[in-house]
C-alpha cells in the first residue's frame, strides 16, 4: 500500500518559515515527479510547486507564481522523502499543504502543475501564518 506522509506543518507569524516533509513507503517515485498543492479555506485546491526526475528534467522545479521566490522543493530519492522549504510565510499561505506523487510521465511539464498529473496523496498538514 502506498502512503504519502506529510509533517512539519504549524502555526508560524507572517515572515515567518516552515519546512515540510513528505515520506513515502509503498513505493519508489524516484524515477517520477512529486508535487505539493494546497487548500485554502474556502477555496479549491490549487498547486504550489513540482519537481521533476532527474533522467528528464535534472530534477527541474516549477512553482506558482504566488509562492516563486519565497518557497524551495526539493527530494531526497535515497530517502523516498520530498521537502518544501517556505520562506517569508505570508497570511495568505495559510492553507492545508498536500504532498503528492506521480505514476506516469509528461512531455509538457505544465502537466504537472495539475492534479490529474498526480495518484498517489498524503492526508495534508496544516500552515497557518499569522499577521
Excluded: H
Amino acid at each position: 500500500q502506498v502512503q504519502l506522509v506529510e509533517s512539519g506543518g504549524g502555526l508560524v507569524q507572517a515572515g515567518g518559515s516552515l519546512r515540510l516533509s513528505c515520506v513515502a513507503s509503498g513505493r519508489t517515485f524516484s524515477r517520477y515527479a512529486m508535487g505539493w498543492f494546497r487548500r485554502a479555506p474556502g477555496k479549491e485546491r490549487e498547486f504550489v510547486a513540482t519537481i521533476r526526475w532527474s533522467r528528464w528534467g535534472n530534477g527541474t522545479s516549477y512553482y506558482a507564481d504566488s509562492v516563486k521566490g519565497r518557497f524551495a522543493i526539493s527530494r531526497d530519492d535515497a530517502e523516498n522523502t520530498m521537502y518544501l522549504q517556505m520562506n517569508n510565510l505570508k497570511p495568505d499561505d495559510t492553507a492545508v499543504y498536500y504532498c503528492s506523487g506521480s505514476a506516469a510521465y509528461y512531455v509538457n511539464s505544465v502537466d504537472y502543475t495539475r492534479e490529474y498529473a498526480y495518484a498517489y496523496w498524503g492526508q495534508g498538514t496544516q500552515v497557518s501564518v499569522s499577521s
